[in-house]
């Protein structure tokens, strides 16, 4: 069965710096993941996916990842924070065959000016 | 080109009670998806429509049911409410390919349970 663990439920970091958020995925084939970005009262977002094709992840708004087989991680980065990229961050693996989402528990970035 | 729509924003509700929330796919897409989004948590997947039909169910009771339309429109029915169903409920459309549908979410309802 699909999982992921994101590793930190909060992360703060001061405006311009760079944002890092972990998740580590579990999956018995090769995955799919997403990361999501919901900003308060809203709904969710698609930042970017990974599908197999290039390991790197290019999304909107500066947000990348990269997919390591090695470490089974799907870790998030922003190289200087915005004041608006503070919401919750989900990532999310693909459920295969069930075609559902398998939603981490998040992480609550807040920016600091 | 509209996104994905859902009515009402905001539901309140007494226990025992039944509600139906509705769901307008984003254009060109023929999947819909129901999540829960209980407070503090991640969403966690209800059913999923296609074809008119219910085609998976995550670990929730058959007092949650649905049903989507020819348009592709979808409505989630909850009867006999109790305080624990209080939650956003997230409505995801998609196209399926047969590979990785990507799914695309709506504002959201907010169903207060009281």
């Known amino acids: 069965a699909q999982s992921v663990t994101q590793l930190d439920s909060h992360v703060s970091v001061s405006e311009g710096t760079p944002v890092l958020l972990r998740c580590n995925y579990s999956s018995s084939y090769s995955p799919s993941l997403f990361w999501y970005v919901q900003h308060p009262n809203k709904g969710l977002q698609l930042l970017l996916k990974y599908t197999s094709a290039a390991t790197l992840v290019k999304g909107i708004n500066g947000f990348e990842a990269e997919f390591k087989k090695s470490e089974t991680s799907f870790h998030l980065t922003k190289p200087s924070a915005h004041m608006s990229d503070a919401a919750e961050y989900f990532c999310v693996v693909y459920g295969g065959a069930t075609n559902k989402l398998i939603f981490g528990t998040g992480t609550l970035l807040a920016v600091q000016p | 080109d509209a996104g994905v729509t859902q009515s009402p924003t905001h539901l309140i509700k007494t226990r025992g009670q039944q509600v139906t929330l509705r769901c307008s796919p984003k254009s060109g897409h023929d999947t819909v998806s129901w999540y829960q989004q209980a407070l503090g948590q991640g969403p966690q997947f209800i059913f999923q429509?296609?074809?008119?039909?219910?085609?998976q169910r995550g670990n929730f009771p058959d007092r949650f049911s649905g049903h989507q339309f020819p348009n592709y429109s979808s409505e989630l029915n909850v009867n006999a409410l109790l305080l624990g169903d209080s939650a956003l409920y997230l409505c995801?459309?998609?196209?399926?390919?047969?590979?990785?549908?990507?799914?695309?979410f709506g504002p959201g309802t907010r169903l207060t349970v009281l």
């Open positions: 429509y296609y074809e008119e039909e219910e085609r």
């Open positions: 995801a459309s998609s196209l399926r390919t047969g590979w990785t549908d990507t799914q695309y």
